[in-house]
T-cell receptor, first 111, second 117 residues
């Protein structure tokens, strides 16, 4: 059974710092990996999707990498801003199976 | 594109009543829809997978007679919480997969917050 772990569980950084969020998964036979953002009491916002054949995806200040063989992904946020404060969720799918989520990393960016 | 809506966005009900939550894919056809539940400060837990025109597949520990799922069309799935109790209070999020796109991306609705008094 696929399990997804996210480290750290919580992170607090001053504005302007670059930061890395980590995600690991137990079954490397994934089809794709997605990173989401969730604001308190709200739904999910999809940030990046990486297919298993890809090594990274970029969107603005966000860069996600995937090392499928080692079961790891990282989300890099450059020049963090207070508006980046949210919970970041990593999720993987083995293809036809539904996404399995990690518990998330709660990020606070302090002005 | 790829918009999923949920209705209602929030609902408060009395213990013992039933509540229906609708999930619609607005601009694509979804052969498969998923229902997740999220308790405060926890991650999303899959409740069930529904395929259009067939019975839903429930995850272990989810009572199928309590959480009724109907996926009657390629754009609509409903979750009915029957005889709701306070412990059913949670954030329910649906997700849909585009039947055309080959990359199995899931699109998520905005969620429905259920409070049972």
């Amino acid at each position: 059974k696929q399990e997804v772990t996210q480290i750290p569980a919580a992170l607090s950084v001053p504005e302007g710092e670059n930061l890395v969020l980590n995600c690991s998964f137990t079954d490397s036979a994934i089809y794709n990996l997605q990173w989401f953002r969730q604001d308190p009491g709200k739904g999910l916002t999809s940030l990046l999707l990486i297919q298993s054949s890809q090594r990274e995806q970029t969107s603005g200040r966000l860069n996600a990498s995937l090392d499928k063989s080692s079961g790891r992904s990282t989300l890099y946020i450059a020049a963090s801003q207070p508006g980046d404060s949210a919970t970041y969720l990593c999720a993987v799918s083995n293809g036809n199976t539904p996404l399995v989520f990690g518990k998330g990393t709660r990020l606070s960016v302090i002005a | 594109g790829a918009v999923v809506s949920q209705h209602p966005s929030w609902v408060i009900c009395k213990s013992g009543t039933s509540v229906k939550i609708e999930c619609r894919s607005l601009d694509f056809q979804a052969t498969t829809m998923f229902w997740y539940r999220q308790f405060p400060k926890q991650s999303l837990m899959l409740m069930a997978t529904s395929n259009e025109g067939s019975k839903a597949t429930y995850e272990q520990g989810v009572e199928k007679d309590k959480f009724l799922i109907n996926h009657a069309s390629l754009t609509l799935s409903t979750l009915t919480v029957t005889s709701a109790h306070p412990e059913d209070s949670s954030f329910y999020i649906c997700s849909a997969r585009d039947r055309i796109l080959p990359i199995y991306e899931q699109f998520f609705g905005p969620g429905t917050r259920l409070t049972v008094l």
